[in-house]
């Protein structure tokens, strides 16, 4: 029997499951699958294949993805994509070019096969970072058993025949001319007549996330934990109330690391891990291959920008900010906890020179968008 559930991506809310969650899910365990999007990102393309539960599928598995072209998808995106298809074996990417005549290439969906069972993804989101996390989304899941699953296949081998002749390498010259204008998240159309005249057409806002107001902050001691500190312990308190874990599940995070300089990192995906010990952590790209400091701990500075989605600066003793950080949370009521965790909001921390970082570095983070 098949089982069919309404999934309702909600950025405002900790317990929304992500489109990147589910497919990640999907993937596990599974043979082969394929998917078909309207339009990708590099930043999409990341969030998925660059995920080491998405590379254990493509280690053994195979997947063939389509992606259109007739809007938002740049060569800068074409190149990523092209890098992943050379890195798998068993990864095939075509790109879906319309003819100037015809309606946009416009599907959004995926499928995996288990063999045993499968599993059919559709909904409103594209392979960009909005559509896997950032925007709101509505899309389905469908448990399919054997028999079904292999009437998806079917349908998925009669569809690709029916549109071979749309079908092209990532690196197609042509292809690569109709991605070049998408630069700029331009999601207007051009006839091929007026491809050098300017267009006029609606262009998408912006896609960052911005910080809001008096959202919420956790400054944090991080303890030594052997010689792997780059993944950082916290308390089960602030590990479920401030992350939004669960205590016996694993859920996705998206942090993006600021330096003192203000310079952003690549986004992290990083599940939520629980050790025996008690501990609940994150692995954080920014401590990795720093030694333990000799004195002192590490401070990180946690803001988060929406549900399960943080910026974050990690202070060592003698960088900048560290010692006001001491300071503030020696005067604060953790003062006397063995390990110093203080969540309060950016109103109560404006002062703080690292709050005013992340502040900063917030209105341009998370971008889903190409260089031009």
């Given amino acids: ?11 405002e809310d900790v317990d929304s499951e992500y489109l ?5 899910h999907q993937s ?14 590099s930043r999409g393309v990341s969030l998925l294949f ?36 050379r890195n798998y074996a068993g990864l095939s990417i075509q790109a879906f070019m319309s003819a100037d005549s015809e309606g946009l290439f416009h599907p959004k969906f995926a499928w995996f096969d288990h063999q045993t069972s499968g599993s059919l993804i559709v909904g409103s989101g594209n392979l960009t970072g909005g559509g896997l996390w950032y925007n709101r989304e509505a899309f389905t899941v469908s448990e399919l058993e054997a028999e079904a699953t292999q009437r998806v296949q079917q349908q998925w081998e009669a569809w690709k025949i029916s ?3 749309r079908l092209y390498p990532l690196l197609d010259s042509g292809v690569l001319d109709k991605a070049a ?6 999601l207007g159309r051009r006839s091929s007549s007026s491809r050098s005249e300017q267009s006029v057409s609606t262009v998408a806002p912006k896609p960052t996330l911005p910080p809001r107001k008096d959202e919420e902050v956790l400054i944090a001691e991080i303890p030594r934990s052997g010689n792997r500190w780059k993944q950082a312990n916290f308390d089960k308190r602030n590990y479920e109330e401030f992350f939004g874990a669960r205590v016996g599940t694993q859920r996705r995070m998206l942090f993006q690391s600021v330096d003192e300089h203000g310079a952003s990192g690549e986004v992290e995906s990083r599940p939520s891990v629980e050790v025996a010990s008690r501990n609940w952590r994150f692995e954080l790209n920014a401590a990795s291959g720093l030694p333990y400091p000799t004195e002192g701990r590490p401070i ?16 060592l003793p003698g960088s900048p900010w560290h010692e006001e950080l001491v300071t503030h949370l020696e005067t604060s009521d953790v003062a006397s906890a063995d390990i110093r965790r203080l969540r309060e909001t950016t109103a109560d921390a404006a002062s703080l020179g690292a709050i005013q970082l992340l502040l900063r570095a917030g209105e341009g983070s998370f971008i889903d968008d190409d260089p031009a």
Avoid: C
Wanted: charged share 15%; net charge negative.
């Fill in 300 to 315: 990180g500075v946690f803001l988060r920008l929406r549900a399960r989605t943080f910026l974050y600066y990690l202070s």
């Fill in 1 to 11: 029997m098949t089982s069919t559930l309404l999934k309702l991506q909600n950025p």
């Fill in 163 to 165: 549109i071979a002749a």
């Fill in 20 to 24: 990147l969650e589910v497919l990640l």
């Fill in 28 to 41: 596990i365990n599974a043979a082969r699958g394929g998917a078909a999007y309207a339009w990708a990102t």
């Fill in 50 to 85: 660059e995920d080491s539960v998405f590379q254990d599928f493509l280690g053994s598995g195979v997947f063939h993805l389509i992606v259109g072209v007739d809007a938002v998808t740049t060569p800068a995106t074409l190149e990523t994509l092209a890098e992943a298809e």
């Fill in 181 to 186: 204008l998408n630069t700029g998240w331009t």
